[in-house]
């Protein structure tokens, strides 16, 4: 992918997350048991999110720990779980397709930055762990002697991962809201 291309998408994948989030809205026919359904998944996420959040030591060593041992990108795979509790609450297949859209064209590019960073942060240790730890799809089994960090709370904090289960529960305010008071 050409480079200003990739640098342009990474730039906006945040506002088009944001836009993105209010054409969902629009589009949404949500019902209870979707929002149960679909809430379910997102919590899935959030505890994928949280878990990897909880190990996360951000620039100051490679993380192999926790979710990290079965790939490097748990953050983006919680994300992408959240996303389909969205597309489920939402019982929309314009939304879905929405979603679909989204995450192919901004993840490829957000992942391949992060790849690229810690391969100049951490080139000697991220080699060694890219070899053995899968790009996004996670791996089944733990690998032998992976990472044994801990999870920790103030780590958790300190990467104020509760915006992610804020923002989640607010969606689904909004979704509720949706159900309620149709268009």
């Known amino acids: 992918m050409p480079e200003k291309l ?3 998408l990474y730039r906006w994948r945040v506002r088009a997350g944001t836009l993105s989030l209010f054409v969902i809205l ?3 026919r949500p019902s209870v048991k979707s929002l149960v359904a679909g809430g379910l998944v997102a919590l899935a996420g959030l505890a994928v ?3 990897a959040a909880g190990h996360l030591r951000k620039e100051k060593e ?6 990290y041992q079965y790939t490097r990108n748990p953050l983006y795979l919680g994300n992408l779980i959240i996303g389909a509790g969205v597309g489920i609450a939402a019982s929309s297949l314009p939304v ?13 590019v957000i992942i ?10 951490f080139p000697d240790a ?11 799809i996670p791996r089944i089994r733990k690998p032998a002697g992976g990472g044994n960090g801990a999870f920790h709370w103030s ?4 990467n104020r991962e509760i915006r992610a289960a804020a923002g989640t529960a607010a969606f689904w305010l909004l979704l509720a809201i949706r159900m309620l008071v149709p268009v």
Not at 96 to 108: C, D, E, H
Not at 126 to 133: M, N, P
């Open 26 to 28: 629009a589009f949404a």
């Open 155 to 158: 780590i958790y904090r300190k």
């Open 112 to 121: 391949m930055k992060e790849k690229d960073r810690m391969s100049r942060l």
């Open 6 to 8: 990739t640098e342009t």
């Open 126 to 136: 991220y080699r060694s762990y890219r070899a053995f730890v899968p790009l996004f």
């Open 49 to 51: 999110r949280a878990w």
């Open 62 to 67: 490679l993380t192999i720990s926790g979710p």
């Open 96 to 108: 879905a397709g929405i979603l679909v859209v989204y995450f192919l064209l901004f993840y490829p």
